[in-house]
C-alpha cells in the first residue's frame, strides 16, 4: 500500500484543486506533480 500522508495539507489542498478544474485528470495531475496516481486520487476523496 502506498503511503500518502509525507505531503503537506498546502500541497494536498493545492493538489485538490487542480484535479477540479474542467477537463484535468488525475493523471494528468499526477504527471505534472510527479506523484504516483493512487495518491492524488486518494488525496482527492479524502479532501
Known sequence: MFKCG????????EAI?????PGVS???????LVL???CIS???RSG
Not at 6 to 13: A, G, N, Q, T, W
Open 26 to 32: 488525475c493523471r494528468q495531475i499526477a504527471g505534472r
Open 42 to 44: 486518494m488525496v482527492r
Open 17 to 21: 484543486a487542480l484535479t477540479l478544474q
Open 36 to 38: 504516483i496516481l493512487t
Open 6 to 13: 509525507k505531503y503537506s495539507p498546502e500541497f494536498k489542498r
